[in-house]
């Protein structure tokens, strides 16, 4: 029997299975339903310091799951990785924490031992900091590590290309530059951290954690391209999985302990699917009712977000096109009621896409750093093959509405600034629409469509503000939207994407709260032997990409499970 099952090789799955398996006495399993990653094995678009195709190859995402945004859209298709790594495979390579009080919060909403103090030291214990984990440097080193698997840098300022250098110093005056994005939480502007190994590859966790010498542990056991159909379990504790293998056929794996670490969409749709969840909606798919847990698939979270962009003269066009694309960072604070500080976030695109129109194109991407409105998960039906409904009900809490609509703002009046005049041309609002992300995706008909669009904006001269009014924004000009505001709020409702950072569904919480899934070390209320690890678990948003977050919590739970840490302390 297997001591640890761990269903689900994302950013999670693979940092426990490389800390349980520390364990010699302990075999560990970790299953992911995609292909293996490795550092042999890592194809060019993944492996690129540019990490702009890897999240359209459909060969690293589900390929069926699709989510609704907002109350005015439709759902679409939501990027999940699959494979091996998991979102650290795919991401933007962003390596950023959030701000203190975001833990400090997840303890005052129940999750006991998860505030700044008890996470820091596995922020600190994730990372290699090249610029500020100097084991010397007294200061730098109380909130850095410089020991760990992810080896973290900020781009250096001669490869930072003009567009954004130029977006810095307009920003200046108000926001201005500060060294570390992950230091003190205040307002300013930061070159971005990045996770990237020595030779400024990608290092998904399948590589930096599942390292040559972790995988040869007799151990480990790593199966890939197997989906976890359900959870088995003898009376109310779990005994294991029944996985589904590319053929069709079920086998299953018994197990003294079983963590899901399937992310945010995949984890609590396992555990409907395995009987735990809201008895209503189980009993209504014919799901026998194992734990009532209201909280499953609920308190859905993303980052809503929203952008402007501008067409960039030759002159400001990045130098390096495989250099890393989001080179620098605002944080601002709303100011709003209800909020909290830092609690925006405006990613500073040297180009705005991997091919060409999108090499002409520079972008500020803002999106609520602590978002409030809450969607819902729930299953379609019992089927490991039927992707669950998924529903962010983004700007739904009216906070999230009128912050992005205010990041709008700031991105048109910045990008208009006359210290930007020699470094943009035309300016428009835009989005991650499907439509974008249609033409995106790589094939010969899109290459021709994009080639052409490229051509005619570099020749369009005078006329080039009416073909992008025509071909991109489909009749939208940011003039129209910043003097009507209905014309802004619809807008902003209609084109409000995502960050790929979906949470929260399975979430930690106290003993006597309806809606917690699991207790403070990831256990699952109502049953035994089964746990959850991955950013299901957070409690609320933290101001951050939640690639890094992830990890930690990884971390720490892993040395909860191994007796190393108690689940009221980070020690």
């Known amino acids: 029997m297997i001591d640890y099952l761990i269903l689900g090789g994302g950013s999670a799955g693979c940092v426990l299975a490389a800390r349980l398996s520390e364990d010699a006495g302990k075999t560990v399993c970790l299953v992911e339903a995609g292909r293996d990653i490795s550092q042999a094995t890592m194809p060019a678009d993944i492996r690129s310091r540019y990490p702009g195709r890897a999240y359209l190859d459909t060969t690293n995402i589900w390929q069926q799951l699709k989510a609704r ?171 294991g999985a029944r996985m589904i293998q590319p053929d069709g056929t079920r086998h299953e794996l018994p197990a003294g302990c079983v963590i899901v670490c399937s992310g945010a969409i995949h984890s609590p749709a396992l555990l409907l699917r395995s009987g735990i969840g809201p008895a209503d909606d189980l009993a209504a798919l014919g799901i026998d009712v194992l734990a009532h847990r209201e909280g499953v698939g609920h308190n859905l979270m993303e980052h809503p977000s929203i952008a402007v962009s501008a067409y960039l003269p030759r002159a400001a066009r990045a130098s390096f096109r495989n250099e890393h694309h989001e080179q620098a960072i605002v944080r601002f604070s709303s100011g709003l009621p209800g909020t909290v500080p830092g609690d925006m976030h405006g990613a500073i695109l040297s180009r705005s896409g991997w091919h060409s129109v999108g090499y002409r194109l520079g972008t500020l991407f803002f999106w609520v750093n602590k978002s409030y409105s809450r969607g819902r998960l729930k299953l379609k039906s019992a089927n490991a093959f039927d992707e669950p409904d998924v529903d962010f009900a983004m700007l739904s809490d009216s906070r999230d509405l009128e912050r992005l609509k205010l990041a709008l703002r700031l991105g048109a009046q910045t990008l208009a600034a006359p210290s930007m005049a020699a470094h943009r041309g035309t300016l428009f609002p835009s989005s991650y629409s499907p439509r974008v992300a249609a033409v995106a ?131």
């Not at 530059?177 to 502007?189: F, H, I, K, S, V």
């Not at 080039?464 to 940011?478: A, F, I």
């Not at 902003?492 to 809606?515: I, N, Y």
């Open 441 to 571: 995706v790589p094939g010969a008909w899109n290459a021709l469509q994009r080639g052409a669009l490229s051509v005619l904006l570099d020749i369009a001269g005078p006329l080039r503000e009416s073909l992008v009014r025509s071909v991109v924004t489909q009749g939208v000009t940011l003039n129209q939207l910043l003097a009507d505001d209905n014309a802004l709020t619809q807008f902003v409702t209609r084109s409000v994407g995502g960050t790929w950072h979906p949470s929260g569904t399975c979430r930690m919480g106290a003993a006597d709260d309806p809606l917690a899934v699991t207790d403070a070390r990831g256990a699952v209320y109502g049953v035994e032997g089964l746990h959850v690890c991955d950013a299901s678990l957070m409690p609320s948003i933290p101001c951050a990409n939640t690639n890094v977050p992830t990890i930690m919590i990884a971390e720490r739970i892993a040395d909860l499970l191994l007796g190393r840490a108690s689940a009221g302390s980070g020690g």
């Open 69 to 239: 945004m907002s109350s005015l859209t439709t759902p679409r298709r939501y990027e999940q990785a699959r494979l091996l790594g998991g979102g650290s495979a795919i991401n933007a390579l962003m390596a950023n924490r959030g701000a203190p009080a975001d833990y400090d919060e997840w303890e005052a909403l129940g999750a006991h031992g998860w505030d700044w103090q008890a996470c820091l030291p596995y922020f600190r214990k994730l990372e290699t900091d090249c610029d500020f984990g100097n084991e010397g440097d007294i200061i730098n080193s109380t909130l850095h590590g410089a020991n760990g698997p992810l080896r973290i840098q900020r781009t250096g300022w001669p490869r930072i290309s003009p567009f954004v250098r130029a977006v810095l110093d307009t920003l200046k005056h108000d926001y201005p530059l500060r060294a570390d994005q992950n230091g003190p939480w205040e307002d300013g502007t930061f070159i971005g951290s990045i996770a990237v190994s020595a030779n400024g590859e990608r290092i998904p966790t399948s590589v930096c954690y599942l390292d040559e010498a972790v995988r040869a542990r007799p151990n480990l056991t790593i199966c890939t391209d197997q989906i976890a159909e359900r959870i088995l379990f003898d009376a109310r504790r779990a005994i």
